[in-house]
């Protein structure tokens, strides 16, 4: 599971199947494309789960999709748990959907996040005569549940033993039909409050789901177990000592508590950018502590064969190909291009069995992507999709696939589906390297290291972004906007031009530094907005150039707004606005800069009055050529 998934929890004396069910679709907001609930009731569970949306489920629990709905007597139970999935291991479908039980029907859990060695922990399970019925690292978590319960344990401490066994980031919610009134959930690195009534509490990934019934409200912390009874709320570690809990009043209402706090979606998912970058890059390592890449389905002979990488996607996902580019040829030396996934076919691409032409797209939808990975198919040619949504078109079509684990994307304008693009050609860019020896193994490694010191970059351009926001407020009656690049900063100039045209609906354009003598120089004048990215100091070449480029736009009138790393004073005499970056290696450089940009964009649209989640004449999957 990605970390959207939505989680409920509930004790108490309302119908558990009411509260839960309508807890989920409290959380509807964050997309999924299954749900289920169990509750437990004389000395049984019910557990119900449907593929598709809330309303498939709603028509199962209502009796009129047997079998496999829910008894009449469920729906007098009082404890229960729920979940709205978002999948990313295994496809969307009845099985794969929450909650999961154990061998007996007596243990049932649900989950969000992703835990990373469940397929040794499956095959033990296994080899102990367990039966698995899904494809998920969920059901492994019922199954320990089980055998600790059948040794006596009561549920919350069979939790605590199965959590200090699982790696990775998991909330974990269970029930257990011998104790009906107890929830117990589970909390690491994932997100779990608790909502506290008059005789009865609450679970949930967040307060949109219960904020109906309290306001009052636990946020557990790290490592940590909390069991919920009607008439109160025991918190404890892993290891089983109190915790010290931290409560609070919420004074959100419904539609701010369903964007975590923040006025727009698009704000919310600007603020996930460190967590979706760092589930992308989960369970990556292998035991041997090679890079490994599962889920790929490309063979090592296969990526051995290949002599030509096409990358083909639309808008942001194409800028994103422009970077995967400098990554490809830099570090597998395999000559790469980057193409328009609507212009691909009209133009008769050379393409052979040797050629892999590899697509991104967030939504996985996108008709002119799509249909260029059927000609590249009807080609011969393999490809390997990198997408956002688990069993979306795109994915399915490919001969292999990388999911990004940014979560659901519900602003219209691509934000962190963009970095996590990034993270995957990244990724894939090193896997090449290593299984085509292009890079000794130390030197994958040690950039693998890097890549996982990305979330806290990220983290840190965050929370020194004020600056940026005041900028874009003052620039609000302005009319144009220019974004100069050079290297990967080419294409991180043309997303912030992007950014800035869909959101604000203001002339913006990016050019690659270099090319401005050759034309678009004549468009600067007296105090024009120009946004600069400056590659990092470490290639001396591209940095100097870019410091003069900074000097004939300014001697030209321009008002230069620059982006520079830490420590970059080079560009200070020349920057009548700075904003700095954290220093990173030049190719990761996309991956702070462009933030700056999308919040740039964001708030000067926001000035503007527009509606920066939905903007006019767009649609977030692009389902027509
Ligand atoms: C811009 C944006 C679009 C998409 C493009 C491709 O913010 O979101 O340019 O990037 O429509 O969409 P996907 O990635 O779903 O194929």
Aim: aromatic share 6%; hydrophobic share 45%.
């Amino acid at each position: 599971m990605a970390r959207m998934c939505g989680i409920v929890g509930y004790v108490g004396s309302q119908s558990a199947l009411n509260v839960v069910v309508e807890g989920l679709a409290r959380l509807e907001y964050r997309g999924y494309d299954s749900a289920g609930t169990a509750v437990a009731f004389d000395g049984k569970l019910s557990v119900t789960k449907r593929a598709g949306k809330l309303v498939n489920l709603r028509d199962a629990l209502a009796g009129t999709q047997p079998p496999g709905g829910a008894d009449d007597e469920a729906h007098g139970a009082h404890s229960g748990i729920g979940h709205t999935r978002w999948a990313t291991h295994g496809p969307p479908n009845d099985r794969n959907a929450h909650p999961h039980v154990d061998c007996t029907g007596a243990v049932a859990v649900v989950h969000n996040g992703i835990i990373e060695n469940f397929a040794a922990l499956r095959l033990e399970l296994e080899r102990r005569g367990h039966e698995l019925s899904s494809d998920t690292d969920t059901e492994a978590v019922a199954h320990l549940l089980e055998e600790e319960v059948a040794k006596g344990a009561g549920l919350a401490d069979a939790m605590r033993k199965v959590c200090v066994r699982l790696e990775g980031a998991f909330t974990l919610v269970a029930i257990y039909s011998g104790e009906p009134d107890l929830v117990v959930g589970a909390r690491r690195n994932s997100p779990l409050v608790v909502g506290v009534g008059d005789g009865e509490n609450f679970l949930a990934s967040d307060v949109a789901a219960f904020i109906a019934h309290t306001r009052d409200a636990i946020e557990l912390g790290q490592d940590q177990i909390v069991e919920l009874r009607p008439g109160g709320v025991t918190v404890t570690g892993f290891d089983g000592t109190p915790a010290e809990v931290k409560d609070y009043h919420v004074d959100w209402d419904v539609s701010a508590a369903e964007k975590g706090g923040h006025d727009y979606f698009m704000l919310k998912e600007i603020a996930e950018q460190p967590s979706a970058v760092a589930d992308t890059l989960l369970g990556r390592i292998g035991a041997d502590g090679r890079l490994s890449l599962d889920e790929m389905r490309l063979t090592d002979d296969e990526l051995r064969d290949i002599d030509k990488i096409i990358i083909v996607a639309c808008g942001t996902a194409y800028h994103a190909g422009m970077i995967a580019k400098y990554a490809i040829e830099h570090w597998t030396q395999l000559p790469c291009e980057i193409e328009l996934a609507s212009e691909f076919r009209y133009r008769d691409p050379i393409l052979t069995r040797s050629t892999l032409v590899i697509a991104i797209s967030q939504s996985g939808e996108t008709m002119d992507t799509l249909m260029a990975v059927r000609h590249a198919r009807e080609q011969r040619a393999s490809v390997l999709g990198i997408c956002n949504v688990n069993g979306s078109t795109i994915p399915r079509e490919c001969d292999g696939v990388l999911y990004t684990h940014a979560g659901p994307e519900i602003a219209v304008a691509s934000t962190k589906a963009f970095l996590t693009q990034l993270i995957a050609v990244y990724l894939i860019a090193l896997y090449l390297a290593q299984v085509r020896g292009t890079k000794w193994g130390d030197e994958v490694f040690a950039m693998i290291q890097l890549l996982g010191t990305m979330p806290q970059k990220v983290e840190q351009v965050l929370e020194t972004i004020e600056p940026v926001r005041e900028l874009a407020r003052s620039l609000a009656g302005e009319r144009c906007v220019l974004f100069l690049g050079r290297h990967v900063g080419f294409p991180v100039a043309l997303e912030g031009a992007l950014k800035l045209k869909e959101l604000a609906y203001m002339h913006a354009e990016g050019f690659a530094a270099g090319e401005l003598k050759h034309g678009p120089i004549a468009l600067i004048e007296e105090g024009l907005p120009v946004v600069v990215i400056v590659p990092s100091r470490a290639r001396p070449i591209l940095h100097d150039k870019i410091v003069s480029n900074i000097q004939e736009i300014r001697a030209r009138g321009a008002r230069t707004i620059v982006i520079a790393e830490d420590g970059d004073e080079a560009v200070a005499p020349y920057a009548d606005t700075l904003i700095r970056v954290p220093a990173v290696p030049t190719l990761l450089q996309p991956l702070v800069a462009t933030v700056p940009l999308q919040v740039f964009a964001c708030e000067l649209a926001t000035a503007k009055g527009h509606d920066v989640d939905q903007p006019r004449n767009l649609a977030k999957s692009v389902t027509v050529e």
